[in-house]
Each structure stands twice: as structure tokens, then as C-alpha cells.
């Protein structure tokens, strides 16, 4: 998330030490990112909610299991790939929407101003790799990220800790 909010035109600077303050202490610009991950956990998993309506699916489970979550997907959706061609389907899909296609089509490369906007295009790609975020933060930041995210989501069932 910090890479993605330094690359929003005309945001103040900041740290890599003051965004995980803030983010530790719900004071981001989108607000409180576990409360709000939460909530749509929660929803989820209610009787008789529109829990029927909320896909949860973390970039790491996404990772580990391309194929298998896009089949989840359509079936999500109501468009299972069921019958002749739906394995080749779901390929074609992992194939197009990989993170080395879609950062190489030439919009997403582009420094143009997403109409409307403040954000370029090629903001939304970076590298795609599982793990990356202990290049950049340290032990200390990934035990205090960890904690606060242990101690938000405690009894829910769910468990974003690194």
C-alpha cells in the first residue's frame, strides 16, 4: 500500500516508517484497514446476509492457487467452467491476467493520468511477488504489523500475519 500511495499525484510525502504508524493506528487515508477487512469478513460469514455477495480471497491464497481460485471464482459468480473447454478457459484467463501480462500491456506502462484522476496507470503493478514486503520493512515493523493485525482479528477466524 505504500508504494501505491506514493505514486498518487500530489500526495504529501511519507515514510515508510510513518505509513506503517499510520497504518498500525488506523490513520490512513482509506481508513482503518483491518476494521475494514474485517467487516467484510464478518459479513461474509452472517446467516441470511448478503453474504452471498462478498468473495474473500487473499493475494497469498491467490498466488499459491491461480487456477483453482479462478474456478472458485465462477462458481462465485453464478459461471462455472464446467464442460468441454473450461479448463482451457481458466487458463487462457490465469494466462491474461497474470501480473507479467497485464504490467507489460502498453496502458499499464503508461505515466498518463488515469481521466478523472490522480493516479498513472503503471501505479497499480509493481512486482507481484509473495513475501517482497520484508525487503523493505524491518523485523521491527513486521512484528508491530503482525501484532496489531493478531490483536484486531483475534477470534475471527481470520489471519492476515506474515
Known amino acids: 500500500m505504500w508504494h ?8 504529501p510525502p511519507v515514510t515508510l516508517e510513518m505509513f506503517v504508524d ?41 498466488k499459491r492457487g491461480t487456477a483453482d481460485h479462478v474456478r472458485r471464482l465462477g462458481e462465485f459468480l ?37 481521466p478523472n484522476g490522480m493516479l498513472t496507470y503503471k501505479s497499480f503493478f509493481r512486482k507481484g511477488e509473495v513475501g517482497d514486503h520484508k525487503n523493505w520493512l524491518t523485523p521491527e515493523m513486521i512484528e508491530r504489523i503482525d501484532s496489531v493485525a493478531g490483536e484486531k482479528l483475534r477470534g475471527s477466524g481470520l489471519n492476515l500475519v506474515s
Not at 499510520?22 to 477487512?37: A, E, K, L, Q, R
Not at 452471498?52 to 493475494?59: E, H, I, N, W
Open 4 to 11: 501505491f500511495i506514493r505514486s498518487i499525484e500530489n500526495y
Open 22 to 62: 499510520s497504518m498500525c493506528t488506523g490513520m490512513i487515508v482509506s481508513g482503518p484497514y483491518f476494521d475494514h477487512v474485517l467487516g467484510y469478513w464478518k459479513e461474509r460469514l452472517l446467516e441470511g446476509s448478503s453474504s452471498k455477495k462478498v468473495f474473500f480471497l487473499t493475494y497469498e491464497e491467490l
Open 78 to 114: 453464478g459461471c462455472p467452467f464446467d464442460g468441454e473447454g473450461g479448463e482451457e478457459e481458466i487458463e487462457e484467463i490465469v494466462r491474461m491476467c497474470s501480473i507479467e501480462n497485464l504490467s507489460n500491456l502498453e496502458v499499464n506502462k503508461s505515466e498518463e493520468i488515469i
